[in-house]
């Protein structure tokens, strides 16, 4: 199993990105697939899942304003963040779990600020 993120950088405050995930190593349209992020000093928060037949689950923070989505076709996950906000600024890692584990890409940095 191989996730590799991407997308992430610095954007002002109102902005948007798109992260993109690219799976690899498993049938990725069966599984469910989540967005967590962290702040150094915090713990890893989960933000979005998607699960195979397209239903999707936000968290508070960020319900409204994210959306999750997949590519079957690419093997690809993404995330559509809009109206972005400072404490949005983050660590974004996608996640899949498998057969008893987790497995987690290797992140990409969001940063939000003027």
């Known amino acids: 199993v191989q996730l590799v993120e991407s997308g992430g950088g610095l954007v002002q405050p109102g902005g948007s990105l798109r992260l993109s995930c690219a799976a690899s190593g498993f049938t990725f349209s069966s599984y469910v697939m989540s967005w967590y992020r962290q702040t150094p000093?915090?713990?890893?928060?989960?933000?979005?899942r998607i699960i195979p037949n397209g239903d999707t689950d936000y968290a508070d923070p960020v319900k409204g304003r994210f959306i999750i989505?997949?590519?079957?076709?690419?093997?690809?996950l993404y995330l559509q963040m809009n109206t972005l906000k400072p404490e949005d600024t983050a660590v974004y890692?996608?996640?899949?779990?498998?057969?008893?584990?987790?497995?987690?890409?290797?992140?990409?940095?969001?940063?939000v600020s003027s």
């Open 41 to 48: 000093g915090k713990e890893r928060e989960w933000v979005a």
């Open 93 to 111: 890692y996608c996640k899949t779990y498998r057969r008893g584990s987790d497995y987690w890409g290797q992140g990409t940095q969001v940063t």
């Open 69 to 76: 989505s997949r590519d079957n076709a690419k093997n690809t």
